[in-house]
């Protein structure tokens, strides 16, 4: 008797047991379902905003968005000199407050083979050995010639370097001449122009070689 007990108890406590495995799993179903509709209604909520361009200054500012693919969009002349105006003016303009944020800006616009150039360029420049005589860096740019716009751009620019002292007395005043190979990617909050630079190549122009007079800033 005492046995036929001992086997009923057993039988009602692992039918307890299996009901109550049950029933966890199906309220766990229940909640995935809940988070499910709850991910699913914020994926729905997410949409990508376009990009405002200024068409006559080039400027480009990214609003609220994760990415826009613009890979083959065609680039307006004012964009693509927009960029190269940053580009120049985060390399070569500096002192000893910004020379870190303007690099860091300057390579954000690169590939890893670009920022081997833009670093090939820095060294001739001596820009560690003119920060640490406290010197700072000015840049204009002569012009900007775009050359093609597919599959890549090829942009040719000349421009004018300066470093200047505390007392403002110019240290170095130089012309040189870049060409810029320039890849369209997607756009991006950080790349909100959707261009990386792949390769930069920067020569000396001897003194004399630009007529300066006949050339406008174009920073």
Same mark, same amino acid.
């Given at each position: ?64 968005? =994760? ?21 120049? =003016? ?34 001739? =420049? ?47 005043? =130089? ?45």
């Amino acid at each position: 008797m005492s046995n036929y007990i001992y086997e009923k108890n057993a039988q009602k406590l692992i039918n307890t047991v299996f009901k109550f495995i049950i029933v966890l799993q199906f309220l766990i179903i229940i909640i995935f379902s809940l988070y499910s509709f709850k991910l699913t209604a914020k994926i729905n909520e997410i949409k990508p905003l376009p990009i405002f361009i200024n068409k006559v200054t080039g400027e480009a500012e990214a609003v609220d968005f =994760s990415f826009v693919d613009a890979e083959g969009e065609t680039r307006c002349n004012a964009e693509i000199n927009d960029f190269v105006i940053q580009f120049i =003016s985060d390399l070569y303009t500096f002192n000893r407050l910004t020379v870190k944020t303007n690099l860091v800006n300057a390579l954000t616009k690169a590939s890893p083979e670009g920022a081997v150039d833009i670093k090939n360029a820095l060294m001739v =420049s001596k820009r560690y050995d003119n920060i640490n005589r406290n010197l700072q860096g000015l840049v204009s740019i002569k012009s900007i010639s775009i050359l093609n716009k597919l599959p890549d751009l090829n942009v040719q620019l000349y421009f004018n370097k300066k470093v200047v002292s505390g007392n403002g007395r110019i240290e170095i005043n =130089s012309n040189h001449f870049a060409i810029m190979r320039i890849k369209p990617v997607v756009r991006k909050k950080g790349n909100a122009h959707g261009l990386i630079i792949v390769e930069f190549r920067e020569n000396l122009i001897k003194k004399g070689e630009v007529n300066e007079e006949n050339n406008i800033d174009l920073y």
